[in-house]
């Protein structure tokens, strides 16, 4: 086992969660300059959580421009809403009226028929 | 997170699911500047983190009622936050021809490698932040979300639409990027990716 089979390793070792083999492990315990890298892997993931409480202020404005985004997002939807159950209510009245279109037929072309057979 | 009281923000995703734009506005002020330091770490640029900052607001309010509570909700702001940036930077390299090649050269900011700053941790976190900028940006997306936000390989590579081994490759060219510039070797020790 070589140093530069360790590479990829090390890198995972830096959350602890690596499952280094035996005998890579026996390698770290042997080799000094692997035993400071999984040290300096540590301290540079230390330094990454640091970061997550260091947050950035946004620069004025981002703020009202998102409400304003999503002001104009709603607006948009409920127009959408509005017209679609508009649509959905004028499609439902021509369906009702082409329903009673169609019965309205039926019943005349009945009527005739049995007049006729009577006739 | 130390900006979202847990029951403060349970209680506004709930009214905001309700159909509250009051309490939804209210969660996009509590949670926003989170959101957009999570954006400008992924993008490195201003505008684009804004962008991203918008259109992640905009994914949230349609898909609130997907949200089911599982994670925080600033976990799911960060996934959301993820994928539009992926979006975002994806749109940029193929309009710009932006050079998004993982095997970038990082560059070396600073040069001079004194060993009393070294081990000053502030100056540590601040090399660290001008490293992570260097990083190409599909290296540099995975170990901040790993790294920084804690997400787990699984959500990182589904935000990012890559495969969960193709994410745990990158983190780890990334860290051994950024280690080899945070503490670099010297001469003859420095060892092949």
Not at chain 1, 7 to 21: F, I, Q
Not at chain 1, 83 to 105: E, F, V
Not at chain 2, 115 to 143: F, I
Request: hydrophobic residues 40%; contains cysteine.
């Amino acid at each position: 086992m070589q140093c530069e089979d360790m590479t990829e390793a090390l890198a995972a070792t830096a959350e602890g969660d690596a499952h280094l083999s035996r005998s890579q492990r026996r390698h770290v315990e042997r080799c000094l300059r692997c035993q400071a890298e999984v040290v300096q892997y540590r301290k540079l993931l230390r330094t990454m959580r640091t970061l997550r409480t260091d947050v950035l202020e946004p620069a004025p404005g981002l703020l009202a421009d998102v409400l304003a985004n999503l002001e104009e997002a709603g607006e948009r939807h409920a127009i959408r809403s509005m017209l679609s159950g508009r649509r959905i209510a004028y499609l439902g009245g021509l369906a009702a009226a082409t329903a009673a279109g169609a019965a309205g037929a039926i019943v005349y072309a009945s009527r005739t028929r049995r007049t006729r057979l009577a006739g | 997170m130390p900006r979202e009281p847990a029951r403060d923000t349970a209680e506004l995703v709930t009214a905001a699911k309700d159909g509250d734009r009051a309490a939804f506005d209210e969660l996009v002020r509590v949670t926003h500047a989170d959101t957009y330091t999570l954006a400008y770490r992924l993008t490195g640029d201003e505008e684009d983190a804004r962008d991203v900052v918008q259109e992640a607001y905009l994914r949230a309010y349609r898909g609130l009622k997907r949200f089911r509570g599982e994670a925080q909700f600033s976990t799911w702001m960060y996934r959301i936050t993820a994928n539009c940036a992926a979006t975002h930077l994806g749109r940029r390299a193929r309009n710009r021809h932006d050079d998004l090649d993982e095997a970038a050269t990082v560059v070396d900011a600073h040069p001079d490698h004194d060993p009393q700053l070294r081990a000053d941790a502030d100056d540590l976190r601040s090399r660290l932040r001008v490293a992570l900028e260097g990083l190409p940006p599909r290296l540099r997306a995975v170990v901040v979300l790993r790294d920084v936000y804690d997400l787990p390989h699984e959500a990182i590579a589904s935000e990012l639409g890559i495969s969960e081994s193709a994410a745990k490759v990158r983190l780890h060219r990334a860290r051994h990027k950024l280690r080899d510039q945070l503490f670099p070797r010297r001469d003859g020790e420095s060892r092949a990716v």
